[in-house]
Each structure stands twice: as structure tokens, then as C-alpha cells.
């Protein structure tokens, strides 16, 4: 056969290239290496559907599905969200992956050389508009990061006893809202609520002051486990179909007075902002690396024979409204977290509770070792003590209404490198409430 | 006309009568001004789809949707969820029910004189496998019963300051997990999960030995509210499409060792039961009574000038196995709430948090005044220390394997009930964890 279906391809061979010339340079996010999945649409066809980024470029995979190049996915492509191909499972993925990664290759001449299918199917990343790349079942956040749960926990509580008793033992989590889990480039309003500082008398309801950001990764659930049945952390590995990037966006005075006794509600209700392309765990799977050593040794269900923890490079921006350019603010590394993806996966469906395809988990914010790698602004002021400078001048406590957020990431592979794109929003003033203050 | 589809029904007329005799009965759960809502299959035709309730009957609404005497539903009836029917919005809601009360009041012969479509959209109830009810986008959990707050706060807390200094001021609730949310009579397995008691020095993973159930309402959002746009009150209230009756299982062990500090997770993850029939606002308006005062006045936005609680006589059952007979555990009433529903979802859309069609607000456990009105096996029993003994001998703390815990819940019309049908469970033996102990 000479259309590149049957041949399996590594495919995260560093020396593979694309005939897409814009995905062979090494600091381009998306090479052949990538091919992470999003929903997109184009002005020509408003209908979202499913494509992997190649360069500067989209694939739509529902053309090559229509064209009959992708048996494997059974029609899922034309969907609007991931979450169908998702559940077809592993095999379906790796088998889809390896044609999509052969359709690409640079010697493969079955879509390259087809300029009326290539017309129709590979779309300028500036002509396209992306969407959630899922429907977002349940949104489950986590709290992994040793550096960040002790920093909180000095804040709030007690230096010399800044961990909680459970936090060595348990993954500990708590479960998010999932119908505000939004798409990069989404405007949000600071949120208001009730408030109250340890002064005044009695709460006031008004626009939060301390509004913050917290990066983190989000991974995405493919295939579920029926109710009642836990699994192993070797088995949530392979549950989990790829990662996004992640902004936990959190008021930080509605939750102080809201917390007690459970847990965050209102404080980060209001959004949390996803990156739009789902980089596979297959792409991956070159950058596993192990976490910090964990002791005490985890209770037998928790415990992990392999590397899960990725050497991924993250880093935020903050760009206030007018600024020229954005400023970095932390840069750090999501290898540092304590407890890996797959051991928070599988601690959640200990009790038996039900996984399915698009149910998302964040990580929990990611703080590294130093100061400068610390994911939030909690953390990077001191809860306000000391304000941030950025290169323009401006100083920053929280966030300001007009600032724009950025998370970005990568893993550096040999001349290539697996972006993630960006998860971006900008702050937006306050919404009156309709029954007044 | 004379298919009574242009004549208005006052729905909930105690007068009312159906050609359906087995709802006439001053007992019956489903009499004519009830019409509740389910999603059902039977033998016949294995495809769930939307149905009222009356008398000992199903009325399939798909089958009156495709002979044409549904023209508002927009087909919503075929679908296997009521979530794209409660999309439509109030007027529709109540325009249907008044279509479908008409269709069965006693003197209308449009329905009951069609022998043929008679017999294709009357089902006997014993004859139908019920389904759940809708899709939960997201499932919420309060903690507003002041009774159930001041119990927990006086056996875990202090009892001279049992209450959260937040919790006259707040709704207080979590997000839950929506993918466990089951329809009555699915059976749970025990579940697994890390306890730690006060003299162990490190956990252990194991059946839950505190294992509990939680007697709640739940509220199911009809029409939603775009990201970033708080409701009032009153648009909550109208906002509600109706309720269904709420077991919110907990393990409690698991949970006093994993709360700290971002509260249930596990402990509630596993299952949470509904009943199958969505009660709807509409019907329950007659019983709408006020709930206990508020003091402190609450702010503005949580401010309420109707009526917003409902006079609604709740039951918890538990019968071992074995046993000849349920036995009654609690009785109370969702009158007692100091939050109201609607205020709990105003407080919920307070941050701009965006509701949908289908989500779901476990009013949290329904205590009343009284000891056996309390609504948790944790207040009844005192955490244990003070057993229950059942009618047939047997004592309880908490649950045990092969207890069927069955909610039940009515509002006592002038000669008829407004009635909930039942939440039922049954607790299975654990299963074991694939990784071991």
C-alpha cells in the first residue's frame, strides 16, 4: 500500500520531520513529534470539530475521517469535543496517532501531494477559532506540590507544622465546578463575594481584592472505571489520555471566609481556564521522569513502580492592560510535584467512584523549589507582603482589572520541543449584581 | 377545540380528578396535580425516554409527543434525559403541564377515549425500569440545615460555639461528584479508603467502618445563567425546575481524615442516590411555606421576600437484610431549612459561577428540632455512642452490609399528596482494591 496506513511509525522519533515545513524548526511548539488534539472551527465552517496543530497550521481530522483515512475513529473527529474518540481507548489512540504521524511524515506523499485534500484539510492556525477541546464531566483539583502546600501552610497556619497531618499520606483534592472550566483567550470578571476581614464585624459582599492566579496541569481522563471498581496507578496511567495547561484563578478573601469547614467554593467557582490543545500522554512519554522521593512510603494503593512525573517547563506572564510586553513571573517545572497524576487518579477512584472520558484533574498549583518558581502570586507576594516589580515598573500585589495572564509549557526534547500552546485571560471589571451590594 | 389542548388546567386544584382511577386515592403519591417526571424503559422498548408519573402508571410523553398533543416539548420527550425539556425554560414547563393535565383530567376524552394511543402511552409502573431523571452537569452540596450544623459542630467542635462564625452568613457548600449520582435502587459497594484513628500513628486503607447516610433534597436547575452573571433570589426561585429526594452516603471515617483543609472528597465520592421522579415547582407551589427567621439580617443578595421553603414530610426507612420489614429511622420535614433553596443557588451564581440545565443542589441533611428528626445516623446515634434499636431487635451505629436505606417524601394537599416516590439503596460488601491492602 502506498497511502502510509499501514506502516507504523516511532512517533516521537526526534529525527522525524513534516512536509509541513513550519513544524520542523526546534522552538516551534507543535512538530510531528506533538500533534496534540483540539476543537477548532473557521469562519467558512462555524461548526467546531477536531484537529491536531502541526506548525502553523491545523490538520482537521474530520476531512481525513470523511476522506477515509482514519478508520480508527469511528466518526468521532466531526464531533465538536474529544470525549468520544477518548473513550474508543488506548489502542485507538496509539493506532490513530501512528497514521495521523505517517499522513505528516516528510517522504509521505499520500496527503502531501494531494493538493485538493490538502486544500481542505490543513487550515492556517490564524484562520481558526479554538474551542474546549472537552466536555469537562467532573473538574477535580488537587493540592500535590510539597514547596506550595508548605508555603500555604506557613502562611496560614503554623511554620514549624506547615503540612497538615494527611498531606504526606493522601493526595489531597477536592472536587471543582466543571461548567466553568473555560477555553484560553476567555475574558472573566472579577468575581465578587462575601468577604470579611478579621477586623470587621460582620462579612460585606463586594468585588475580591485579592484575586490570583495558580498554575497548574490539567489531566484529561480517556477511558472511565465503572462504579465501585478502583484501580491501580499503573492502570490510572493509562486511563489518562494527555495534559493541558491550567489556571486555577482563585479570590483569595472569598475563600479565607468561605473555607471552613468544606473547603473552596465561591473562590473559585467563577473560572478556571484551560489551554485548547490536549497533548497526548504518548507524546509524552519520552519526558517521564521520577518525583521527589516520597516517605513515608505510600499505602500500597498509591504506590508507583514507574516514572509519572514529567520534566515539563512551565512558565506564567503577566502583561497589564497597556503594558508593551508581557513579564515572566514564575517559571517552574512540573516535575517537582509530590504526588504524580496517576496517584491522584487513582486515590480519587479508591472509593470507588466512577471515572469517565473528559473528566478533568488538576494538579494543584506547581511551586518549585525557589522563590521564583512559585505558582501563584499568594506565594510569590507573601500574601501582599511584598509586591511583585515588573520590568514596565507597575508593582503587583494580586491581579488588577485589564491584566492578562499567560501559561505556557514545553518539554525539551533532541532539536524539538512539545509545546502546549498557551492558556491565557484578562481580567475584566466587576458585574454589578442585580440585587445591589 | 376539542382535544383539551387550548383550555387551562388550574394544575393544582384539589378538586381534580383523573380517568386514571388508581390516582385518586387520597394516598396516592402520583395523583393528578403531582406529574412528575421520570425517565423510564420497559421491556418492549429498551430505549430510556421521558414519562410522567400518575397513579400506578406511566404516561409516556414520547408517544403523546409523536401523535402531535405535545407540540411545546420540541421532541425533548424522545430524549433519554429530561435536561434539553427543563432547556426550554418556565413558560414552556408550565404550558406542557398544563397540556398534560388536561390530557388526564376525568372529563377529557381526548386520551382517554383513544383506545389505540391509550394503550401505547399508558404503562403500568410495574412494568418500567426508571433511569436517572437527567444528566448532572454539576453536583453541589449545602450545609443548611442549622439543627444538622449545630449537631456536627457540638460533637466535632465545641458545643458552645458549634457553629462556623461563617455559617449564619453563607450558605455554606461544596462542590460533589456528579458522575456517581445514581437512580434509586442502584446498589453501592462499601467503600475503601484511608482511616486514621486519634491513636494510630499512621493510616490504613479499609472498608469504611462509619459508613452513613445523609437525608437531603435536591433542586435541579431548569434554566442556567451565563459565566459571569449573578441571579437574585427570586430568579433563582424560578430557575428551579423541580426536586427530587437526596441520600448523600458518606463514609464517615474516611472523611475526618481527608477534610483537612479543602474538605469531603472521597468520603462522598463513591454514590450519592436520587429518586427517579422530578417533582416539579409548579406542583410543590401550594406547599410553599417560610423557613425559620434570619438572624443576622442576610446581605442583600441573599435577601429573600417570599415564601422559600416548602412543607414537605420526609422519611428515612433502614432495613437489614433478613429482616421482615423497613423500619423508620428519622422523620422531619424540609420546612425546618435555614437556607433555602433558592438562596443557595443565588449564592452559588454570587461569583458569577454559571449554572446549567441539569445541575444539581443537595440541600444538605435535613435536620429538624428533635432527635428523631435528625437526618444523619451520625446525629442519631451520636457518632456511635448512643445505638439505635429497630423494631425486630437489631441495633445500629452505622450502616452495615446489606442494609436498604429508602427515603420517602410527600406534602399533604386537601385530600390528595404531592408525593416523591422513594430513594432507595442497598450497601453491598467492599470490593477488593486490585493493588491490595
Redesign the interface.
Known sequence: MDNGMTTYYKTQDPSLKSWVKSANGPECPFPIQNLPYGAFSTAANPAPRIGVAIGDHVLDLSVLEKAGLLPQSEGCFSAPVLNGFMGLGAAVWSDTRATISALLEKENSRLRDDSALRAGALVPLSDVTLHMPVQV??FTDF?ASREHATNVGTMFRDPENAL?P?WL??P?????????V?VSG?D??R????V?APDQA????RPSGKLDMELEMGALVGT?NP???????E?AREMIFGYVLLNDWS?RD?QV???????????K???TTISPWVVTAEALEPFRVSGPSQD?VP???L?QTAANNYDLNLKVTLQPAGAASPAAICETNFRYMYWSSPQQL???A???????PG?LLGSGTISGPTPASWGSLLELTWNGRDPLTLPEGQTRTFIEDGDSLTLTGWCQGDGYRIGFGEAEGTILPP?P?????
Chains 1, 2 share one sequence.
Open positions: 464531566g467532573d493540592y497538615m494527611n499520606h493522601i489531597i483534592g477536592y472536587n471543582g465546578r466543571a461548567s466553568t473555560v476567555t472573566i470578571h468575581p465578587c463575594g462575601q470579611k460582620a462579612p460585606s459582599f472511565g462504579l465501585g471498581q478502583p484501580v491501580t496507578v492502570q479570590a472569598i471566609w468561605e473555607y471552613q469547614p468544606l473547603g473552596p467554593f465561591q473562590a467557582a467563577f473560572a513515608p499505602l500500597p494503593y504506590q487513582a486515590h480519587h479508591s472509593s470507588g467512584c466512577a471515572m469517565r473528566d458585574v449584581h442585580p440585587a445591589g451590594g
